[in-house]
């Protein structure tokens, strides 16, 4: 969770490239986390879990991407509020006010390719 805002019933994530496509370097697919799988899936498992839990406690989920602001050749933040405020106000204004949903503008996380070396993972 990037940030929470009680007032709001609201959780913001900000989701980089490693959540919606494998990135080795990041995943490190050769080496196993505590949980028995390497970090591609592990992070696979909490975004899962972070998107059914958060609604599940009357919050909404609001999920910014990367790739929805302005960012560097390596998909690195920028932080230029100029760029970056009118698509966060826009998918704040777009967020339902109810509370106990999910704002996603990006792919399905059922969508993304498998991560390699985890023959079971839907990625």
Do not use: N
């Amino acid at each position: 969770m990037d940030s929470y805002g009680p007032d709001l019933s609201l959780v913001v994530e900000v989701d980089e490239r490693q959540h919606d496509h494998p990135v080795t370097h990041v995943d490190k697919p050769d080496r196993l986390t505590v949980s028995g799988v390497h970090r591609g899936e592990q992070r696979r498992i909490y975004d899962e879990r972070r998107r059914s839990l958060v609604p599940a406690h009357g919050l909404t989920l609001l999920i910014v991407r990367t790739s929805q602001l302005a960012v560097d050749a390596r998909s690195r933040l920028l932080r230029v509020v100029p760029a970056d405020d009118p698509t966060l106000r826009r998918l704040l204004d777009e967020a339902p006010a109810t509370p106990g949903h999910v704002h996603d503008d990006g792919p399905d996380l059922t969508s993304r390719p498998a991560y390699p070396g985890c023959p079971d993972a839907q990625g």
